[in-house]
Antibody, heavy 122, light 108 residues
Framework: QLQLQESGPGLVQPSETLSLTCTVS??????????WGWIRQPPGKGLEWIGT???????YYNPSLKSRVIISVHTSKNQFSLKLSSVTAADTAVYFC??????????????WGQGTLVAVSS | EIVLTQSPGTLSLSPGDRATLSCRAS???????LAWYQQKPGQAPRLLIY???RRAPGIPDRFSGSGSGTDFTLTISRLEPEDFAVYYC?????????FGQGTKVEIK
């Protein structure tokens, strides 16, 4: 059964870079033909799509975050990662990694990690 | 960017009741690219419906989705105790993919 698990610091200083990793088990990222992505949720608020990556390296980002986001795949470790630079308190959120249910860029997210809370504070 | 507006904000119902949740888009969404998720406190969202009306694997048939264009509906035919949660719609056909603000289904 496919499982995803986020990991990374729970506290990041303002203006620094937030770095998270999603480790995939029960399936391989390599040549999987699926898209993998990140979604976040500020405390008590709704969901915001951050971006999506394909094993081939194609990335798609939310324009509102594009200048600060990098999503990468690390197939040898069966992981993908998120880097968000120049963070502020507005970036405090639970960050989820996810995989599309079906092949293709335009697909719903059918598999999710449990989420990890990242607070931006000095 | 397509804005999704969900209504009502909160739905107060009893177990066994029928729940009807609405999602309205600011511009037309291909029904191929409309999904519904359920989220309980402290948990990740769970995909219920994709392609506007297709149930995700393992989802009970009391959940159904319908709609087209700018108006979509999630119906829960008979609420079970485990169905009280927050529900989000999502469009993923136009970038950026966007979510509605959520509808909370609470016990009356």
């Amino acid at each position: 059964q496919l499982q995803l698990q986020e990991s990374g610091p729970g506290l990041v200083q303002p203006s620094e870079t937030l770095s998270l990793t999603c480790t995939v088990s029960g399936g391989s990222i390599r040549s999987s033909s699926y898209y993998w992505g990140w979604i976040r949720q500020p405390p008590g608020k709704g969901l915001e799509w951050i971006g999506t990556i394909y094993d081939g390296g194609s990335t798609y980002y939310n324009p509102s975050l594009k200048s600060r986001v990098i999503i990468s795949v690390h197939t040898s470790k069966n992981q993908f990662s998120l880097k968000l630079s120049s963070v502020t308190a507005a970036d405090t959120a639970v960050y989820f990694c996810a995989r599309h249910l079906e092949y293709g860029r335009k697909a719903a997210s059918g598999y999710w990690g449990q989420g990890t809370l990242v607070a931006v504070s000095s | 960017e397509i804005v999704l507006t969900q209504s009502p904000g909160t739905l107060s119902l009893s177990p066994g009741d029928r729940a009807t949740l609405s999602c309205r888009a600011s511009q037309s969404v291909s029904s191929t690219y409309l999904a519904w998720y359920q989220q309980k406190p402290g948990q990740a969202p769970r995909l219920l419906i994709y392609g506007a009306s297709r149930r995700a694997p393992g989802i009970p048939d009391r959940f159904s989705g319908s709609g087209s264009g700018t108006d979509f509906t999630l119906t829960i035919s008979r609420l079970e105790p485990e169905d009280f949660a927050v529900y989000y719609c999502q469009q993923y056909g136009s970038s950026p993919q966007t979510f509605g603000q959520g509808t909370k289904v609470e016990i009356k």
